[in-house]
Structure formats: C-alpha cells, structure tokens
C-alpha cells in the first residue's frame, strides 16, 4: 500500500483481557518494526523483523507481549493479561532494511487499559 | 547500546523568530542520525538525516541539522519559523551495523506563538 496501515486506530480493554494489534507495511519493505510510546516520550523499541522472523525482541518488556509476521508482510503484536501500564500509543513502522533508510511510521494504535 | 538526551522538552518561540532543538547522543560504534517530526494527530516522519559527508543537513522546509563527532551532537535549527512547524520533534540514531533499531530520545514540544 502507499503508507503503513495500523489497526485499529483505537483500543480500549479491561485489564486482564487479550488484544491483537495489527500492522500491514509498506508492499516490498523487508523490515518491520513495533515501537511502544508513552504520553511526553519519546518511541521505545519493541521489536524488530526482518522478513518473518523477529531479528531482535530485546525490547519486549515481558511474556505476555508477542509478536508474528507469519508470511513477511503484516504482522500482530499480542498482549496478554493486558495491565494499566500498558496504556500507550503502539507504532508500527516498516523500511526496506538498509541501515542508511529513516522509517516510514504508520499512525500508531491508541490503547487505553481501564 | 546507544542512547540519546533532548535537552529540552518544550520550546515555545514567536513566529519567524529562530529556533535550535538540541540533541546529543551517546554510542561506542559509528552511528547514523534522524530527526522526525511528528504533527498534531499525526504519525512520525522522517525530516532529515545524515549518514556521512557533509555535516550539514536540510529538508525541504528549511530546517538544517549538524553533525559535531567531537561533541556528539546533532542539533536541529531554523532560521524563521512558521506557525506550521509546531510540533514534536525526536531526535533518533542508528548503528552502522549490527542492530537495526533505531534509538529516540524523549522529543521536544516545538510551540510558535504568533
């Protein structure tokens, strides 16, 4: 597609419940990534991969976050046991895989855990 | 690992008066830098880079960056700015090699008052 297409733009949950977040990249971008911001700072690294494995998920803060890019094109973050402090803003953003290339970001997911 | 400090978290300025954003970054490898700029209710984008060459870099609306290795700075200038640049700023960086994240400092609130 032209941009990064994050769904859905908003989501609220109750604590303790299980939400999927869904990301579909740039067509051809071999390089997707999930970022996590909070209110008043700056995108924090969650995951990254490269065609459908996760290169690098040292930013996933615990086991209930999970992500996948089964056929190297969109992927899902999953969150289980949703808590409060999950609340944020989940971006997704994709490039073609070179060090050299910025990000282009979708507009993110607005999660809210009451 | 990489890390990056905006000095500044909120900078509000008059129209068509000069500003500077102010970036500094700590790595032990070679890295590339980014801003982006993120507008009310939008998702980030890309603004300008650098990766090697010339210290100095502009976008296409007027803002230039430069590159100081001794001070390990990458500060974000205009020499007049507009009501439509009010935004937030992130400055970011990225490995040579190895890891592909990309690493944002906490951003800065960019307000122009007319």
């Known amino acids: ?114 | 690992a990489q890390s990056v400090t905006q000095l500044d978290s909120q900078v509000p300025v008059f129209e068509e008066a000069p500003v500077e954003l102010r970036c500094n970054y700590s790595s032990s490898v070679s890295v590339y830098l980014f801003w982006y700029v993120q507008y009310p209710n939008q998702g980030l984008q890309l603004l300008l880079k650098y990766l090697s060459g010339s210290t100095l870099v502009e976008s296409i609306n007027g803002f230039e960056a430069e590159f100081n290795k001794s001070q390990t700075s990458f500060h974000l200038r205009k020499p007049s700015v507009h009501i439509s640049d009010t935004a937030e700023y992130f400055c970011a960086v990225r490995e040579f090699q190895g890891a592909q994240k990309l690493v944002f400092g906490q951003g800065t609130r960019l307000t122009i008052n007319p």
Do not use: M
């Not at chain 1, 994050?6 to 071999?30: A, M």
């Not at chain 1, 996948?68 to 997704?92: F, H, M, N, W």
């Open chain 1, 1 to 114: 597609g032209a941009g990064v297409s994050q769904t859905p733009s908003n989501k609220v949950t109750e604590k303790g419940k299980y939400v999927e977040l869904r990301c579909d990249p740039i067509s051809g971008h071999t390089a997707l990534y999930w970022y996590r911001q909070s209110l008043g700072q700056g995108p924090e690294f969650l995951i990254y991969f490269q065609g459908t494995g996760a290169a690098d998920d040292s930013g996933l803060p615990n086991d209930r976050f999970f992500a996948v890019r089964p056929e190297g094109s969109v992927s899902t973050l999953k969150i289980q046991r949703t808590e409060r402090g999950d609340s944020a803003v989940y971006l997704c953003a994709s490039s073609s895989g070179q060090s050299t290339d910025g990000y282009t970001f979708g507009s993110g997911t607005r999660l809210t855990v009451v």
